[in-house]
């Protein structure tokens, strides 16, 4: 399952949302004896997360990766980990979340199950701009990833979640359309090559 997000105050063109419909078609292609589902979720306190468990629910993923995007990335910023933990910011409905926490009675952080590290690694090799972050922010990213970890953590298969972070825009040459699809479809391969062969860690 891969997603990304719509438009939210200051991001009129979430190009998150571009890629995973660009992503997604492309990974049904090379991943025959996976579906692939790709939905683009909104930006908001509620409806978001939402419609992460709907999706959960109804396709049980044995992979989830998440697409957003932020001011700070220059390419693709693989998270390690997600915090029980909202701030104060205005959704895309103009509504601020109706409480700090995400998940009562839940842990104060969760570790990606994504293979964060081997992610970079390979991304490196393939001279697309990566980096590793502990900080997934405190808007809607970090708590659809929380969310997601948590849902993964409830699931009785094995399965997995990350979150991945671009820019707020694609720039040629260094990171376009083009690079991010590849780049993608190698997070997805590296995702792939470590659920076949054991448990992931970001560490």
Sequence with gaps: MLTGFGP???VANNISADLVEALGAQAAQQFKDYRVIAHVLPTEWVAGPELLANLYNAHMPVLSLHFGVSEGAIGFRIETQAVN???RHCDAAGQLPERE???AQSAKALQVTAPARDIVARLKRLQIPAE????????????VLYRSLHLCGCATGPTMAGFIHMPTAFTEPVFGL???IAG???IICVCLER???GPATAR
């Design 85 to 87: 933990s909202r701030g």
């Design 8 to 10: 939210f105050p200051g």
């Design 195 to 197: 659920l076949r062969v």
């Design 132 to 143: 590793l972050s502990s900080n997934a922010g405190t808007f809607l990213c970090n708590s």
């Design 178 to 180: 083009d690079t991010a």
């Design 184 to 186: 993608g479809i190698e």
């Design 101 to 103: 926490i995400i998940l």
